[in-house]
């Protein structure tokens, strides 16, 4: 399976935008790029997936590389609910029951 | 909607115990599975089911067994606990196995054995 690389951890202010990096270098060209967050304490949600385009949605942005090898999760303005760790995830095309989770970016908010 | 829901939150048992993780889900998904989440990891795939009466192994299925009678429920079982299963369990939904589709996840269950 294709794998994501992420830094271990990030910290940004509050009210100002956040952006996370994920490499996925090994990507293949129909490989689906998700993004999940898991706040303390509870189960991963959904944040925002999207193939080559950018995507945005009420939550965040996605900015996809043309060469689709990284890509970045935008938090247009940071919350402190936002703190959470953030997981780059590549999905392969039949199914995905192969959501494979790394560590992660652990999401500091400094009020 | 309740989303995905699991029963129990908390759960300590003995080695060699069994007992049954119980996920539902009202949102008429055909998709369900089963992680697991040890201390500062990642989520790992223990199970999934693709459908009622369609079961499959993801990265970790051994000392767990999965059964799907009907759309709404998706139980895991462990038949003797053993200590290397004390994680945090999360089911999971989505409307089919497609990658474009978002999973939606329940709120865990926390499992110790000793």
């Known amino acids: 399976d294709a794998k994501t690389t992420q830094p271990n951890s990030m910290e940004s202010n509050e009210e100002e935008p956040v952006h996370l990096p994920c490499n996925h270098s090994t990507i293949s060209g129909t490989d689906y790029i998700h993004w999940y967050r898991q706040l303390p304490s509870q189960g991963p949600e959904y944040v925002i997936h999207g193939l080559t385009s950018n995507v945005n949605n009420r939550m965040a942005s996605l900015a996809i590389a043309e060469d689709r090898k990284s890509s970045t999760l935008i938090l247009h303005r940071a919350t402190l609910r936002d703190a959470a760790v953030y997981y780059c995830i590549l999905s392969i095309t039949f199914g995905n029951e192969k959501l494979t989770f790394g560590t992660g970016t652990r999401l500091t908010i400094i009020p | 909607n309740a989303g995905v829901t699991q029963t129990p939150k908390f759960q300590v048992l003995k080695t060699g115990q069994s007992m049954t993780l119980q996920c539902a889900q009202d949102m008429n998904h055909e998709y369900m599975s089963w992680y697991r989440q040890d201390p500062g990891m990642g989520l790992r795939l223990i199970h999934y089911?693709?459908?009622?009466?369609?079961?499959d192994q993801g990265e970790v299925p051994n000392g767990y067994n999965v059964s799907r009678s009907t759309t709404e429920d998706f139980p895991l079982r462990l038949l003797s606990a053993a200590p290397s299963q004390t994680s945090v369990y999360f089911c999971?939904?989505?409307?089919?196995?497609?990658?474009?589709?978002?999973?939606?996840f329940g709120p865990g269950t926390r499992l110790t054995v000793t």
């Open positions: 999971a939904s989505s409307y089919t196995g497609g990658p474009a589709y978002e999973q939606y």
């Open positions: 089911s693709v459908g009622a009466g369609i079961t």
